[in-house]
């Protein structure tokens, strides 16, 4: 999830660049959802491995 988040991140950094200003918008808001997934769903692991023990 996080590798996700990042290629859309360098996606964005890379149509900004260029002047593609709503696709740079479009990728770095997508990035910004998948890595708040990945912390979500990190977190949440990390409850259920302290639950478990």
């Not at 912390?39 to 949440?44: F, K, L, T």
């Amino acid at each position: 999830m996080l590798h996700y988040a990042v290629v859309f991140f360098v996606i964005a950094l890379i149509a900004a660049l260029f002047g593609f200003g709503g696709l740079a918008a479009g990728a770095a808001g997508i990035a910004k959802i998948l890595f708040l997934v990945f912390v979500v769903m990190a977190v949440a692991t990390f409850l259920v491995g302290l639950v478990r023990k």
